[in-house]
T-cell receptor, first 113, second 111 residues
Framework: DAMVIQNPRYQVTQFGKPVTLSCSQTLNHNVMYWYQQKSSQAPKLLFHYYDKDFNNEADTPDNFQSRRPNTSFCFLDIRSPGLGDAAMYLC????????????FGDGTRLSIL | GEDVEQSLFLSVREGDSSVINCTYT??????LYWYKQEPGAGLQLLTY?????DMKQDQRLTVLLNKKDKHLSLRIADTQTGDSAIYFCAERSYNNNDMRFGAGTRLTVKP
């Protein structure tokens, strides 16, 4: 059974049109992460939530924001997508920080027209 | 910044063993992970090892850690075509939220 679920699997949006990607988890983990992965590259961490505490990576563009309304759900909002934002977006969870492994969803592939 | 490096490609024949290598530079790395990514999918955690261990075995998978040389390897015994995927090495230190990934090794298994 899927434990980290991302919807939709494929998302197409227009240049400059806001888009929201969704992640939910059934693991009751404290930490949720969003990564951006471009073709043939390693995932790049955008931000994470530890419970309700938001932690942004220093080089994450302002265009990317996130919301975590409850333990189970986390959203990635891209306010004005540019062509360079086309990528796979991966959500991950972990029980805690430090030693806890991260469990990934299947990702949402975002295309920009 | 700290780096994690992997060779980009590995090709083996079905039934042979595969060995995927990884080197890292952060001496405070405490936890090291191997993830598998199939086309169009997310990352699947295969196994992980703490830095106070030298080896971990899980069915067909064997992880070897040489902490002195900061070298990690993943051996897949009796490699099958279903093992074809990209394998990511990742490391993390205890107080660091950031999991640092290598660029991934694309394993191709030929029949």
């Amino acid at each position: 059974d899927a434990m980290v679920i991302q919807n939709p699997r494929y998302q197409v949006t227009q240049f400059g049109k806001p888009v929201t990607l969704s992640c939910s988890q059934t693991l009751n983990h404290n930490v949720m992460y969003w990564y951006q992965q471009k073709s043939s590259q390693a995932p790049k961490l955008l931000f994470h939530y530890y419970d309700k505490d938001f932690n942004n990576e220093a080089d994450t563009p302002d265009n990317f924001q996130s919301r975590r309304p409850n333990t189970s759900f986390c959203f990635l909002d891209i306010r004005s997508p540019g062509l360079g934002d086309a990528a796979m977006y991966l959500c991950a969870t972990s029980r805690g920080l430090g030693d806890q492994p991260q469990h990934f969803g299947d990702g949402t592939r975002l295309s920009i027209l | 910044g700290e780096d994690v490096e992997q060779s980009l490609f590995l090709s083996v024949r079905e039934g042979d063993s595969s060995v995927i290598n990884c080197t890292y530079t952060d001496s405070s790395s405490t936890y090291l992970y191997w993830y598998k990514q199939e086309p169009g999918a997310g990352l699947q955690l295969l196994t992980y090892i703490f830095s106070n261990m030298d080896m971990k075995q899980d069915q067909r998978l064997t992880v070897l850690l040489n902490k002195k040389d900061k070298h990690l390897s993943l051996r897949i015994a009796d490699t099958q075509t279903g093992d074809s995927a990209i394998y990511f090495c990742a490391e993390r230190s205890y107080n660091n939220n950031d999991m640092r990934f290598g660029a991934g090794t694309r394993l191709t298994v030929k029949p």
